[in-house]
């Protein structure tokens, strides 16, 4: 599909002679719309996609019914374009053109939109380019809700199955399992479990690890859906459950890494006794993965997991685990010898091997107040070395997070204990 991809006009355009000055001018007599209609086909590149950039916002002040003369018959054209930055721009512009027919309130614009424009996104969905696809999809999630519930299954969803069906590039069914989870509750109870669901367990046993790790890191809004309607709690622990457990256990380390990424979320979507009974071992089997990839995804999670779950359920081993993500600093005797060293901002970034510790100790800051309105004031017992060692931390990202917590952590501790908490962080981190 993409090599056969057409864009033979677009390519004799650029392949003209560097264009002159007289080719760069713009004739400012033309109005906007003559504008857009003249150069949204230069072949000038820039002119192509500043003018694209105009579309939307230049059609819902024409008008629906100049848009549709004037605008509407060079998309097609324009969605054939080599640069793929003209393509992404185009798709984000579709937003406006499809807002502008829903707001006629007429039924000649509202199939207008079902017939030419949403067909339109289905062809950027099928994009080569990451960048086109990823910008067609969020506009296609914002597009569903002027559709009309009646059509939802002919003219969104269908485009879903169609695209999870794909056998020629994985890239779609990726972009597939993402849009299924993303629209899952605008395809509403029924259509989920008739439809959403089956697919998105038949994607998670994809031969391809890409489009299982593309499902496991897109689930918990099925999840959610799949415990709403009859029979609630057959449709989460016989189907969707069970579809989870395996890419827990992937040979993939990258799809049980995306198993890990996305399970505080899940656990927030699903009823409790699922989290007690069935999350609780699965994060206990993610925290003692063989890969060390995992393992600190997984601890990453781990407090806005506490987060969700009742007090009488947050075990000692879970507690202690969490607690454990920061680490006394061995070297702050020879820092406070040598004056305090800051560590480089720039190794505060994303987790890597070597700056693990750090990483740990941010996201640990960043959910201490949900996990102690998780225990209450009677745990907080335990809970009080960790925020000693993390208002003292060496990086300033990490106290900085203390400091805006401390408020809430007064609120959920009582006045006593605040008074304490405000003493301490004013000796480490004013």
Not at 159 to 188: C, K, P, V, W
Request: aromatic residues 6%.
């Amino acid at each position: 599909m993409w090599a056969d991809t057409d864009y033979g006009e677009a390519e004799s355009r650029d392949n003209h002679e560097v264009p002159t000055f007289d080719d760069l001018a713009i004739n400012d007599e033309l109005s906007d719309v003559e504008r857009v209609t003249t150069y949204a086909t230069s072949h000038i590149e820039l002119q192509r996609y500043v003018h694209i950039k105009m579309l939307g916002e230049t059609a819902q002040q024409a008008g629906y019914e100049t848009a549709k003369e004037k605008f509407f018959p060079i998309l097609a054209t324009v969605a054939q374009d080599n640069e793929y930055l003209v393509r992404q721009q185009l798709a984000l512009e579709l937003e406006q053109l499809c807002r502008l027919c829903h707001d006629q309130n007429s039924d000649e614009a509202y199939n207008t939109m079902l017939k030419e424009l949403i067909p339109m996104l289905d062809q950027l969905l099928h994009d080569q380019m990451i960048e086109v696809r990823t910008s067609a999809a969020e506009v296609l999630v914002a597009v569903s809700h002027f559709v009309r519930d009646d059509d939802i299954m002919e003219h969104i969803l269908s485009i879903m199955l169609n695209m999870a069906h794909d056998q020629e590039y994985d890239e779609i069914r990726m972009t597939a399992a993402s849009l299924l989870n993303d629209l899952a509750e605008r395809f509403g109870v029924e259509l989920c479990h008739q439809f959403v669901i089956p697919e998105v367990i038949s994607l998670s046993e994809d031969p391809v690890f890409r489009v299982r790790k593309a499902v496991a890191l897109n689930i918990d809004k099925v999840f959610k859906m799949a415990g709403q309607g009859d029979s609630t709690q057959d449709a989460v622990e016989e189907r969707v459950l069970p579809a989870f457990i395996r890419l827990t256990t992937d040979p993939i380390w990258g799809v049980r890494k995306a198993c890990a990424e996305s399970f505080a979320s899940i656990s927030k979507e699903v009823d409790v006794s699922i989290r007690i009974n069935h999350l609780m071992r699965i994060q206990d089997m993610l925290s003692n993965d063989a890969s060390k990839w995992v393992r600190a995804s997984m601890l990453q999670k781990l407090g806005r997991f506490i987060a969700t779950l009742p007090a009488e359920h947050v075990t000692d081993e879970i507690l202690s685990r969490y607690i454990g993500m920061v680490k006394p600093d061995t070297r702050k005797d020879d820092q406070n010898a040598k004056g305090h060293q800051e560590i480089p901002q720039g190794s505060q970034g994303a987790f890597n091997p070597h700056t693990q510790i750090h990483t740990n100790d941010y996201h640990c800051a960043f959910t201490l107040p949900a996990v102690v309105q998780t225990l209450g004031p009677k745990r907080w017992e335990r809970l009080f070395p960790l925020f000693k060692l993390l208002v003292r931390n060496e990086q300033r990202a990490v106290r900085r997070v203390m400091s805006h917590s401390l408020h809430e952590l007064g609120r959920l501790l009582g006045e006593e204990i605040a008074g304490m908490l405000c003493a301490i962080e004013y000796l480490y981190i004013v």
